[in-house]
Each structure stands twice: as C-alpha cells, then as structure tokens.
C-alpha cells in the first residue's frame, strides 16, 4: 500500500509518496544526488546509501549544495 | 636577470603556485565571475555551503561554473555563530567530496563579521582530530594565531581589516609579528581593497592573500583581478628582494664628489 508522509526539508514541511528512502525524495525533488549533500536528522548520509535510508513521517532532512562565497 | 620566478607555497602537504586565492560571492553574473577567476591566475576558490532552494531546483549550484578539476575548492563556513555551527557546515562541506580543507570562520558578530576566537580554536580543535585541514580565519592578533596553529590549524588567516570592507591593510606590523612567529603559511583573508593594498600586504612577507569583494564589487572584476594577480607577485618579488631602509632625511643618489666650482 502507498501514501503519503510529510517531511522537514530544509525547514519547510512537505508532502511525498510513501514509503520514501532519501533517495526518493530527491528524485520527487528533481535533485541530482551527485550535486548536493543530504543530511538526515543530523546525521551526513553518503551518496551510496541514499537509496538505503528510510525517511519517516515528520523526519528532518537537509539539503545543501555549493554557492558562490569568500 | 630572468623573470621572477615564485615556486609558490605549501599548505597541509598540498602545494600552490598562486599566491592569490578568490572568493567567488557576489559577483553580479556568473559570466563575471569566471571571467574575474581566469584573470586572476588563482588556484584555490573558495564556496559556501547553504540549502538548495527547493522551489527552484533547477537553479544552478556553483558547481555548473567551477570546473572541480581545474579549481581547488576550498569550502567555508562562513555565516556560522558557533563552533558547533561551524563543525556542521565543514563536515557538509567534505561530504561535497573535493578535498579535506576547509576555511573555517566562526563570527562573532554581525556588525564586523569579525571573528569568534574561542569558537574558532574550539572548532579548529575538532576538525583537525577529524582530518580535516583547517585554514582558520581570524583577526591580526599574534596570541590566537600561535594558538590556532597549536590547535592543528594548518594555515592562519588573518584579516588586513573587516570582511568586505576594502579599507586594506590596517596593522601591518601586527600581520609581520604573526608572520615572524608562525610556521605554518600565514594568508591573509579579507579587507584587501585595491592591488595596492595586495603588493603592500604581500611585502609584508605574508605567503598569500585571499580575497573576494575587492574583485567582485569592482567595476570591472576581470581586469581588477588581472591586476591583483600582479599586485601580488610583485609584492612577493619586493619582499624577497628586501627593500631599502626608509629614512626621514634626503640621500643624493648622484655623486656629491666632482662639481664643478
């Protein structure tokens, strides 16, 4: 059975299909995983084990990238 | 002789011939900036780390105008508070995947953007038992560069005067003592203005100036940046060539012997 959660990203509350791995919330994103860092309630996930991480209901998610800076 | 040849300096085992790093905030396009970076001969560029606006993720990331093969990226943590701040914004930085280096800056406040000390040596603590190599911007105090460099700093960045101020080289002496007592590269971060203000703080015998504003809220950021590049490697070539005393009385430079009566 599918649903939906909401999830944290980057402070904001937002809806996405259920179940959801990290990997999935960056796909309903149209992120590429290879330009950005995921953080996941505190914790850095690598690239590799975006697919494999579970993302629940209400969890904090961070997603950041490289800007221009001194 | 033959031209000047600078075989530049070593930070945390990786060495660099450019002696001038760029920032690469504010620029007013991307265009600009690439153009301003070429210009300037830099090798090291440093980036900021902050969230991907999710409603415009197709905007691009930096990434999209930095070649990682043909820049060292030198993350920062700039607009951090705390040291605990500051650690997060490093970590999230490596995981980026470039390098281990990072230019840690903990604030301390808003107004002068001038450094947190504590927080600075606390975090500088930290990265480096992870690995991290850390060039930690501070202030142009001797006491919290010796002791940043024994906290595991692998270079010290000292300001010439405020983040984005462009008022140049404030204490040149100040920037001498931490030169003469440190042995790690010591470069100067931020305040440098105009290419004057840059030779004056490379004669000062520092091993390299990192800037940003001064290049991208130029007029013309490329040619700016053309000039900075000479600005400091003449400034390193008169340092090493050791200048004359400065005196406060006239000395002819013609003979005084043979006038005629």
Known sequence: ?????????????????????????????????????????????RRVDLAGTA???????????????? | MADFADPGFVVGGRSFTSRLLVGTGKYRSNAEMTAALAASGAEVVTVAVRRVDLDRAHEEGILHHLDPARWFLLANTAGC????EAVRYARLGREAGFNE????????????????TDGLLVATRTLAKEGFKVMAYTNDDLITAL???EAGAVAVMPLASPIGSG????????????KSRLTVPVIVDAGVGTASDACLTMEQGVDGILMNTA???????????WAMRRAVEAGRAAYLAGRMPAREVAVPSSPVRGMLD
Not at chain 1, 15 to 34: C, G, I, V
Not at chain 1, 55 to 70: M, N, P, S, W, Y
């Open chain 1, 1 to 45: 059975m599918t649903g939906q959660l909401t999830v944290v990203v980057n402070g904001e509350q937002r809806r996405f299909s259920a179940p959801a791995t990290l990997q999935t919330l960056l796909t309903e994103l149209t992120l590429d995983p290879r330009t950005v860092v995921v953080e996941h309630e505190r914790r850095i996930v």
């Open chain 2, 101 to 116: 280096f990072v230019k840690l800056e903990v604030i301390g406040d808003q107004q002068t953007l001038l450094p947190d």
């Open chain 2, 147 to 149: 002791r940043l460099e």
């Open chain 1, 55 to 70: 993302v629940a209901e209400g969890d904090h998610v961070e997603i950041v990238h490289f800007v221009g800076g001194g």
């Open chain 2, 215 to 225: 290049l991208a809220a130029a007029r013309d950021p490329a040619t700016m940046a």
């Open chain 2, 167 to 178: 008022l140049g080289l404030l204490n040149p002496y100040s920037i001498r003592t931490i």
């Open chain 2, 81 to 84: 508070y705390t040291a605990d």
